[in-house]
């Protein structure tokens, strides 16, 4: 039978699945501001006006659409909601910027993309990094001028994140962390500027990077050939000797798994929007 949850008080784990929830705690989407279904009409009119008509050239991988759509989306504001106003975003509330993950996800390619960039691509950054790195990386990746990607998952370590195999080792002057290995299934990986990659320093410490696409040793390999999404960028990341600058750590050593694992569950939120969003646009 199920049980209220006491007034102020957070349920456990799965517990929301056992208990009734108080109808004052419920939020509906009568209870939306004017400036949140602004936000939602803006998002939803970009995709059916500039999105959707390019659906087909989307899901032929045209090259550079993809990542010109997003740049035009960030341009009016739809990539910046997570990142706060003093770097650049709108710094939207939660309420606004499930709404906006809602109505930018009737196709599902560009859904994806979109959240790869402004959810798991970004947020490492607003969360974890210096102020120094807040300051170079999120006005760019706010207005989509910089497009962003998250690297996690590798060949053998998918569901099982922390057995990496990417090594970071500092440089003998120690002005350079050297990245050496690879990482499978990136979305935005084709075209993505900016990545917080995961990596052990020493082959021990689980840590995160935040790496540039021009760096010395990267490079991205060929684009998979998917079942769906199939207008999204999926490739794998090389990193051969790939030199970033000692203060491009991000977070603290051996903290890796804090950055990866609260950034996902922000991203599994955002998720659930957007599956709202495309089913409720499916006939």
Same mark, same amino acid.
Request: net charge neutral; charged share 20%.
């Given at each position: 039978m199920a049980t209220t949850a006491t007034p102020g008080t957070l349920a456990p784990g799965g517990g929301f699945l056992l208990e009734s929830p108080r109808a004052e705690d419920v939020f509906t989407p009568a209870e939306l501001t004017d400036d949140q279904r602004l936000i939602g009409q803006a998002a939803e009119e970009f995709v059916t006006k500039e999105v959707a008509p =390019?659906?087909?050239?989307?899901?032929?991988?045209?090259?550079? =659409?993809?990542?010109? =759509?997003?740049?035009?989306?960030?341009?009016?504001?739809?990539?910046g909601g997570g990142v706060p106003e003093e770097h650049g975003g709108s710094g939207l509330d939660r309420i606004s910027s499930t709404v906006l993950s809602e109505k930018i996800s009737s196709y599902g390619s560009f859904s994806v993309s979109v959240g790869a960039h402004s959810g798991i691509g970004t947020l490492p950054i607003v969360y974890f990094g210096t102020e120094e790195q807040k300051k170079k990386y999120l006005p760019k990746l706010a207005t989509g001028e910089w497009l962003a990607s998250y690297c996690l998952s590798e060949p053998q370590a998918g569901s099982d994140a922390q057995n990496s195999r990417t090594r970071a080792v500092l440089s003998p002057?120690?002005?350079?962390?050297? =990245?050496?290995?690879?990482?499978?299934?990136?979305?935005?990986?084709? /075209?993505?500027?900016?990545?917080?990659? /995961?990596?052990?320093v020493d082959g021990e410490k689980f840590s995160?990077?935040?790496?540039?696409?021009? /760096?010395?040793g990267f490079s991205a390999g060929a684009e998979e050939k998917k079942m769906g999404l199939r207008g999204s960028s999926t490739v794998p990341i090389f990193f051969e000797n790939c030199r970033l600058p000692r203060e491009n750590l991000l977070h603290e050593i051996g903290r890796g798994h804090i950055v990866a694992f609260n950034i996902l569950n922000v991203g599994r939120f955002t998720l659930g929007a957007s599956c709202l969003g495309f089913s409720a646009d499916t006939g």
């Open positions: =390019l659906i087909p050239e989307l899901e032929q991988h045209k090259e550079g =659409l993809m990542a010109q =759509l997003m740049k035009k989306a960030g341009e009016i504001g739809l990539l002057d120690g002005r350079h962390w050297i =990245l050496n290995g690879q990482k499978m299934w990136i979305t935005n990986g084709g /075209f993505a500027d900016v990545f917080t990659v /995961f990596a052990k995160s990077f935040i790496v540039e696409r021009g /760096f010395p």
